[in-house]
């Protein structure tokens, strides 16, 4: 069970997931090939591990807040009511905007700021946040 889905508080509803993507896996695959063939093959084990440290990365906006972890066996994690993020900053490098994923920072009020890498589609992430910001603050 995810994380998020495993902390969400009564009557609290997810409404959107930010996906991680698997280009942010291509690195540790190129690695991994370079290093197993150097390694006699250890170098493979680079790429399942890649893979759960990409997959430990987590991002979600429910009715209420901005719930964010990262990390697998030492974890992070920011919860931010919808009302207190002050901002949401997209950071792409050149592979991010052309295979579209990037890192979300999260900031409160309080000047907290959580990085969440290889979002797939940060943008529509963003735009949904504030899309939930502004119908929350109708209410």
């Known amino acids: 069970m995810a994380y998020i889905d495993a902390n969400l508080i009564k009557n609290e509803t997810l ?10 896996l291509l690195p540790w695959v190129i690695w991994g ?7 006699a093959g250890l170098g493979l084990l680079l790429i399942p591990f890649g893979y759960f440290v990409i997959r430990s990365n987590e991002a979600g906006i429910t ?8 990390g697998i ?3 992070d994690t920011i919860e931010i009511g919808l009302n207190k993020v002050s901002s949401l900053q ?18 409160d009020v309080g000047a907290s700021r959580a990085p969440i890498k290889y979002i797939k589609d940060p ?6 946040f504030f899309e939930l910001q502004e119908e929350n603050d109708v209410k």
């Open 15 to 24: 409404l959107y997931r930010g996906e991680v993507t698997l280009w942010a």
């Open 33 to 39: 090939v370079i290093l197993g063939a150097i390694t």
């Open 63 to 70: 009715d209420r807040r901005v719930i964010a972890k990262t």
């Open 73 to 75: 066996i030492k974890r």
């Open 90 to 107: 997209i950071k792409q490098s050149i592979a991010g905007r052309i295979l579209g994923y990037g890192s979300l920072i999260i900031c």
């Open 123 to 128: 943008m529509a992430f963003r735009r949904r």
